[in-house]
């Protein structure tokens, strides 16, 4: 999973608060995939963006939630007044192009594993 | 509403046997599949894939059949090794980018 960072690698928060999730891509990505896994499930896609530009955000619950993807920085997603069911973990994921071919899949990070206490 | 089924939650396979972990999926529109691998702790690495024209596809130990009419396709591996003892977990899309992924298989490869 190198190249593709995520931080923190670990979050806490309180019911109500808010977190910020940050994704770097792979050098030489230009295209960012967020999905969340809850307990025993597998990954559900929440968003995709390109730089500046929300592609398809048709995962993302409707309040709550925003992502986005400065010219400049990591991608961020952003979970406000979070409450207990928000604990999941939260991965990103990274490509060269948009689509899916075998020699450029979407490549994950470790991950954010958020815990709301 | 879930799509890619992975119906099997866990498998032990001895060392240098085969290992094949099996995948369903619901969606007619799906035009391609992929295998990621997962250990504890870290996100998922890519394994294999296959478009929806091909019916197999081959890399090193890693064979990926796909059955279109029966909406049906498995990995296989051989010969297994220790190190393959991970979560598998299926993937699909219809839109080129959006993943829907199976809950996984646990393989546990013992010596």
């Known amino acids: 999973n190198a190249g593709v960072m995520q931080n923190p690698r670990h979050l806490v928060r309180r019911r109500g608060q808010e977190a910020r999730l940050r994704c770097s891509p792979m050098k030489g990505h230009s295209h960012v995939y967020w999905y969340r896994q809850l307990p025993e499930e597998g990954l559900k896609f929440m968003v995709y963006?390109?730089?500046?530009?929300?592609?398809?955000e048709s995962g993302m619950p409707k309040e709550r939630f925003s992502a986005e993807f400065p010219k400049e920085g990591p991608s961020i997603l952003r979970i406000q007044q979070v409450v207990r069911g928000d604990s999941a973990a939260y991965f990103c994921a990274s490509s060269r192009d948009r689509g899916l071919f075998s020699n450029q899949p979407q490549h994950f990070g470790d991950g954010t594993r958020l815990s709301i206490l | 509403d879930q799509q890619v089924k992975q119906n099997s939650p866990s498998l032990s396979v001895q060392e240098g046997r085969i290992s094949i972990l099996n995948c369903d999926y619901t969606?007619?529109?799906?035009?391609?599949f992929l295998w990621y691998k997962k250990y504890p702790a870290e996100g998922p690495t890519f394994l294999i894939s296959?478009?929806?024209?091909?019916d197999k596809n081959e890399d090193g130990r890693f064979t990926v059949f796909l059955n279109k009419s029966a909406k049906h396709l498995s990995l296989h591996i051989v010969p297994s090794q220790p190190g393959d003892s991970a979560v598998y977990f299926c993937?699909?899309?219809?839109?080129?980018?959006?993943?829907?992924f199976g809950k996984g298989t646990s393989l546990l490869v013992t010596p």
């Open positions: 963006l390109q730089k500046e530009n929300i592609i398809d």
């Open positions: 993937a699909a899309s219809n839109s080129g980018y959006a993943l829907n």
């Open positions: 296959i478009s929806s024209i091909k």
């Open positions: 969606n007619s529109m799906f035009d391609y």
